[in-house]
């Protein structure tokens, strides 16, 4: 039987402990979260907890066990020009499809039915998830390996490698997402916006449902600069330019994609309630991409006619224009006003035009560069 392990993790200006039995959780949390110090036997006391087991996880099918471990499987190179024919791909979009949140007022929880489930325990900061028992994290970097013993039979003579579509859904399923819950009630406020960083710091897009943040930060990351995230900041609440990711991820229609030229290198994925294409950032990912100072904040305003440009704006049309982009998840402590009137004061502008693609990526990289 495989032990159980704890380790120390350190999201910005937090901690994490992780407990499972599952060796892969702790490389995939190392792309997450610097490993910390754990000299100190109290140095954890006030951290977050987060426990992954192996156990039932509600309704569904053995088949649903199968249909994952089989999409774990690397299949190919994808024709010249064309999406990637990723077994591991489709069925992440699947599950995707399929998962749930549940918000209650001491406890949140989300599931794939059959396949995993993670609870969020508000008062107490624990995350328990669970898996379903053909699931194991235990799968080989390095092709081949055999999946476990306790799968039927014939798919446990099948040899599979961590695709890494699977990779990334583990980790933000797991860990990333449940921890960001909990992050967003202690020294972090959620914010409803974009973030892409360089050598000089990050700028902050903001703006409402349909404005082109996740396009203007696809079209960023083409170019070079590092992406914090394309719809959810985090901000420190004793620092309003302190600026960390919440998830970490990037998705966006299949045609914004098919604009930018990156459609074939894009994976299916299913987000706000509608299919679209995911830009893989977890492969490559590392803790020091999730974390910057910001240098300025740009709300989004009309794209066309182009070129782009900055607008000036006074502080009170700043706090009028950022109300623009609010969501409910910005209303758990009392809304992000704090954070945009400390903006405001510091000066903010506007980005017209970025129809214009190439001229607002150049605007971003003149900012942060």
């Known amino acids: 039987m495989t032990d159980v392990t704890t380790r120390v993790f350190a999201p910005p200006g937090d901690l994490v402990t992780l407990t499972s039995s599952e060796p892969l959780l702790f490389g995939l949390a190392e792309r997450l979260w610097e490993p910390a110090a754990t000299g100190n036997p109290g140095h954890s006391g006030n951290a977050i907890a987060i426990e992954v ?26 024709a010249p020009g064309s999406p990637r024919p990723d077994a591991a791909a489709s069925s992440i979009l699947s599950f995707e499809e399929r998962l749930r949140w549940v918000h209650g007022a001491s406890e949140i929880r989300c599931e794939v039915p059959g396949v995993l489930n993670v609870r969020i325990d508000l008062v107490s900061t624990e ?13 080989s970097k390095e092709p081949p390996f055999p999946p476990p ?56 897009l903001r703006g409402g449902s349909g404005a082109g943040k996740s396009t203007l930060v696809a079209a960023a990351h ?15 609440r004793g620092d309003p330019d302190a600026l960390a990711a919440s998830v970490r991820e990037l998705t966006l229609r299949a045609d914004s994609a098919a604009l930018l030229g990156i459609l074939a290198s894009t994976m299916p994925a299913f987000s706000g309630g509608e299919e679209k294409r995911r830009v893989e950032l977890f492969e490559g990912s590392r803790p020091g991409m999730r974390e910057a100072r910001r240098v300025t904040t740009l709300l989004l305003g009309p794209r066309t006619p182009g070129p782009a440009r900055l607008v000036p704006l006074a502080p009170a049309q700043f706090l009028s224009e950022f ?47």
């Open 53 to 78: 087991v192996r156990g039932s996880t509600g309704a569904g099918n053995t088949g649903d066990y199968e249909d994952f471990l089989e999409g774990a499987r690397e299949d190919g190179a994808a």
């Open 127 to 139: 995350i328990r998830a669970a898996l379903a028992p053909g699931l194991s994290l235990s799968l």
């Open 149 to 204: 013993s306790s799968l039927p039979l014939p798919l446990s003579k099948k040899s599979f490698s961590l695709s890494s579509s699977l990779a990334s859904f583990l980790a933000r399923t797991l860990l990333e997402a449940p921890a960001a819950v909990l992050l967003a009630r202690r020294g972090w406020r959620a914010l409803h916006a974009g973030g892409v960083s360089g050598p000089k710091g990050a700028v902050v």
């Open 222 to 236: 083409a170019a070079g600069l590092t992406v914090l995230g394309d719809e959810s900041l985090f901000v420190a």
């Open 323 to 369: 109300a623009v982009g609010e969501i409910p998840q910005e209303h758990v402590d009392g809304g992000a006003g704090a954070v945009a009137r400390a903006w405001a004061d510091a000066g903010g502008a506007r980005l017209d035009g970025a129809s214009d693609l190439a001229g607002a990526v150049s605007l971003l990289k003149g900012l942060v560069s």
